[in-house]
């Protein structure tokens, strides 16, 4: 099994609940943001798709709500709610038309003065019904301060990801080779490229442009259980609460064949017949989380099979040891990531392997490589030129099962937070 983990951008912390699409015979609110994007044109700026965002001032002429495609399409005018502060607003927010990315409609806050902001908590609100009674719906809450508008200026080509000002920090860490190939543990085949992927991935500007100073990278025969241990506890306290911790670690992983209460992740000098000294335990990773990390801000990804033990004598192929069920590692990674900042994404679901091929960008893991074409733009739903935790796990998850005819199902650990802003999408 393979775990990695991965610190990207990010703006507020907001969750998002997983959509889903439904056809109803009644109209209901689907629990989906997905068609609505917010813009403050006198800010410029991005669209705001967060459930929570601070602002300026309260100086405010006008604010745009889109409806994206292919949303938009099923969605008639007729059938657009807006409201502002708790009070309907379909009558400064009557002017709706199409645009390249779907409906537009935008509010007059000018024409009515009890519709302009007030300093501190302003709430807005959209819902829209499609012809297949299908429901969405969105709200907004803008945190107002009492700046003039003249003394703020933003640049509207400007991505929110490099308005984060503080520290980004990675641990990269992927193993393809053993040493020690008994009870069946046996080579993977692209462990150490997706690492160097990620890795790479992570430098470049859209990737959050980490610095090579505070990336540690470690590789096959580099990755001994020690030298992976001792990197994590040099490099995670380094963070402050406001900076960004982005960990992956590919690799095989098991519960003890002798204690299976007991995760282990695999690392180059792992002995399978002793796990306790030669394995990094799940539970090592929870202590550094819980007692040496003060940054807030923390995404992991993990690209492994959840597997019971160890295999026997056959070839072991595949990120995995066994496909006996147990959801040790997930109850393990549970605990891991209860705090509101942070989130955790799996490869696969209990009893299930981790596939990797030639298939998936001519030699990578199935779920890596579906989560880097996500970072890449393809995750970005709603054309915001942001990928959040929510839209990559959504990306993911269906393009992974897809690929292997739903023999792998990603999932979103509880207490993920799906809104972290991860990657900047470039045309």
Known sequence: MRVLTALFMFLSVAVLVPRKSLVLTQPQRLPSRAPFSLELPELGGPSITAVEARIPTTELRTLKFTIHQP???AINYGKIYTAINGEAANTVCGNIRVGSAGKIVTCDLESKPRFRFHSGKNVLEISATDRENNSYYASYVLIAGNASIKDV?????????????GRKFAAVIGVSRYAFNDAGLNNLQYADADARAMRDFLQRPNGG????PDIVYMENSGATT??????????????GPNDFIFVYIASHGSPDPFDPQKFYFLMSDTKVADMPRTGLGMFELQEV???????QRVVVLIDSCHSAGVAGPRLVTTRQLARQ?????NLYASK?????????????????VSEEGTNWGGGHGVFTWAVLQGLEGAADNNHDRVVTTGELFDFVSGTVRAQTNQRQNPRALPGTNRAFPLARVTK
């Open 71 to 73: 949303f938009a399409d």
């Open 226 to 239: 020690d030298a992976v241990r001792n990197a994590l506890l040099r490099l995670l306290p380094k963070a």
């Open 336 to 352: 891991l990531y209860r705090e509101t900042g942070r989130a955790v994404l799996t490869s696969s679901d209990v009893n299930e």
């Open 325 to 329: 069920e147990n959801n040790v590692f």
């Open 289 to 295: 989380l819980d007692h040496f990390v003060r940054a």
């Open 209 to 212: 442009g980490f610095k090579e």
């Open 153 to 165: 200026g933003a640049d509207p080509s400007e991505p929110v990801l490099s308005q984060f000002s």
